[in-house]
């Protein structure tokens, strides 16, 4: 964990981005379902969890909002969180 900035807020030294999550960097396999696609991605997120990530990278241009979308179903599903 890390101090971030000079605030008293700890973050995982490692994040996960998620502008894949949103779609940026997909090759379009129009032979996958999307809610695939989704669902690999928060069972990602839900694996970052496991593994201690408390800190994400999202912009509202990952997938016009997808990216944010999914992490906020990821993390309410989350019970830790």
Known sequence: MRRLGRSN???SALGLGTARVGGIGW???YSRDL????GE???AI???LDL????F???DEYGAGVAESLLGRAL???SRW
């Open 76 to 78: 309410a599903g989350a």
């Open 46 to 48: 839900h694996r970052a």
């Open 52 to 55: 201690g990530v408390n800190y």
């Open 41 to 43: 991605s928060i069972r």
């Open 9 to 11: 807020i700890q973050v």
């Open 27 to 29: 090759s379009l396999d």
């Open 35 to 38: 809610s695939v696609q989704h």
């Open 57 to 59: 990278d999202s912009a």
